[in-house]
């Protein structure tokens, strides 16, 4: 073998250590901030478990009853589960103001389809989650396709939907009595049953059900991947060869089904049947626990976990200050701090990804 040529020679007086790199020890703060941005249920659960002990300190032992922690989650069944459903929106970096009124005539249709019309039960429930469906479809068309703001579209038929809630029910509610005469199936989730000296509803448990069913297909599914991708950039989302049209129709459709299904559970929550429950803040408070719960606004972060975790918080805050006799007006200033504490929060964390 021939030596080394001209140009190999000059690097025989160059240095050989090899490359290496200094370990520093990361702060607390960094790592925490990895931490809660790896685990976005994490700082929910943290708030949720903090408000559990200031109450039960405060009122005391009555607070930490069974009997009232499971009252608890039957105060929040409807508000979860339409939490679920804003959920998949936001996730999107989309919005859904219309959910709650979806909720609404969904019950309405249910209850006139059943027992107005006579129809069987079974039949009525399936009228009325297709009912939520085509609102959510039409919303989702619109987004997607129309490629419309999902805050404008959702605001119009937000007032389209309770505007034929109150046409087609003429405001007429229909009462508890009736109900459980010619349809006893509609108040099928206001089943309860006792664990103990716990007292859960068929209700709570369809909740806890929904919210695991979807952690479970936005983790471990395709189509949940999707949908964090396109809320977290949808131009590199389409370039990767998703659908985002399609992801976007599919979960303001599934968002409108799940308003349905918590129109089947607010009925055996509720006894009857009223139009005029339209005008209740539901979309507020759906938006509240998804906030609380981590989800982030800008889409793409968050755990569905967090948003059960954010509506058990405003029902701790609310049930901690009734049991105080303090004034109503606490819970409302309460939830404003802590909806403005979450997105401080979650601004804070994104910086990890900056």
Same mark, same amino acid.
């Given at each position: 073998m021939t030596g080394a040529q001209e140009f190999e020679r000059v690097l025989d007086g160059s240095d050989k250590n090899v490359a290496s790199f200094e370990h520093q020890a990361v702060p607390f703060v960094k790592r925490a901030q990895h931490f809660l941005h790896s685990t976005p249920a994490a700082v929910p659960l943290i708030v949720l478990v903090l408000s559990i002990i200031i109450f039960g300190i405060a009122i005391g032992g009555r607070f930490f009853s069974s009997y009232t922690l499971t009252l608890i989650l039957q105060q929040i069944a409807i508000v979860g589960i339409l939490g679920a459903a804003q959920t998949l929106v936001i996730l999107t970096a989309g919005i859904d103001l219309s959910i709650g009124v979806i909720m609404v005539i969904s019950a309405v249709i249910m209850g006139n389809v059943a027992v107005t019309y006579g129809i069987p039960t079974p039949i009525a429930v399936l009228a009325g989650m297709l009912a939520g469906g085509l609102c959510g479809l039409l919303n989702g068309f619109l987004v997607a396709f129309m490629k419309l703001p999902p805050f404008i579209v959702t605001l119009g038929t937000w007032n389209i939907v309770m505007a034929t809630n109150f046409i087609y029910s003429a405001n007429e509610t229909?009462?508890?009595?009736?109900?459980?005469?010619?349809?006893?199936?509609?108040?099928?989730? $206001?089943?309860?049953?006792?664990?103990?000296?716990?007292?859960?509803?068929?209700g709570v448990i369809a909740m806890v059900l929904l919210?695991?069913?979807?952690?479970?297909?936005?983790?471990?599914?395709?189509?949940?991947?999707?949908?964090?991708?396109?809320?977290?950039?949808?131009? $590199?989302?389409?370039?990767?060869?998703?659908?985002?049209?399609?992801?976007?129709?599919?979960?303001?459709?599934?968002?409108?089904?799940?308003?349905?299904?918590?129109?089947?559970?607010?009925?055996?929550?509720?006894?009857?049947?009223?139009?005029?429950?339209?005008?209740?803040?539901?979309?507020?408070?759906?938006?509240?626990?998804?906030?609380?719960?981590?989800?982030?606004?800008?889409?793409?972060?968050g755990s569905i976990l967090g948003t059960l975790f954010g509506a058990m918080i405003v029902g701790v805050v609310s049930m901690g200050l009734n049991m105080l006799g303090a004034d109503p007006q606490w819970k409302v200033l309460l939830t404003g701090v802590l909806i403005i504490a979450a997105v401080a929060i979650d601004q804070w964390i994104r910086k990890v990804s900056v």
């Open positions: 229909i009462r508890d009595t009736d109900v459980d005469a010619q349809a006893p199936l509609l108040h099928f989730f $206001a089943i309860s049953f006792r664990l103990g000296n716990a007292v859960l509803t068929l919210v695991l069913a979807l952690w479970y297909i936005l983790n471990h599914t395709a189509w949940g991947r999707h949908v964090y991708a396109v809320g977290d950039d949808p131009e $590199a989302a389409k370039l990767s060869g998703i659908q985002t049209k399609s992801v976007l129709l599919t979960v303001y459709t599934v968002s409108g089904v799940i308003a349905a299904f918590a129109a089947w559970v607010s009925i055996g929550r509720n006894g009857s049947i009223s139009p005029s429950s339209a005008v209740t803040d539901y979309n507020l408070q759906a938006i509240t626990a998804t906030v609380i719960g981590g989800i982030s606004l800008f889409g793409g972060r």
